[in-house]
Nanobody, 118 residues
Framework: VQLVESGGGLVQPGGSLRLSCAAS????????VSWYRQAPGKERELVGTITSAGDHTNYAEAVKGRFTISRDNAKNTVYLQMNSLKPEDTAVYYC????????????WGQGTQVTVSS
């Protein structure tokens, strides 16, 4: 069972990145998926979530209007599209699953670094 994030990197302020969270060993189809981030010296914070069907999302105020979470259940993957990036978005980004169907789990990916700097 694994969650693997990818797509991070160095981007200039105002730029965009799309992160991916790919699941293996289980299906994401029945899971709400969350994105978190952790900046150096700060606690991990929730960025946003998407329901299993992809019909509802919610976001932290700091990213609302700039970030979009989507999913492709056929590819067993969830995405985080980040636009208008700011230096304060610099962090390691993680995806998380806490339930698969009715079963409680606690799956984290290894994280992907996003650095916003000129």
């Amino acid at each position: 069972v694994q969650l693997v994030e990818s797509g991070g990197g160095l981007v200039q302020p105002g730029g965009s990145l799309r992160l991916s969270c790919a699941a293996s060993g289980f299906t994401l189809r029945y899971s709400l998926v969350s994105w978190y981030r952790q900046a150096p010296g700060k606690e991990r914070e929730l960025v946003g979530t998407i329901t299993s069907a992809g019909d509802h999302t919610n976001y932290a105020e700091a990213v609302k209007g700039r970030f979009t979470i989507s999913r492709d259940n056929a590819k067993n993957t969830v995405y985080l599209q980040m636009n208008s990036l700011k230096p304060e978005d610099t962090a390691v980004y993680y995806c998380h699953v806490n339930r698969v169907g009715l079963t409680k789990v606690n799956y984290w990916g290894q994280g992907t670094q996003v650095t916003v700097s000129s």
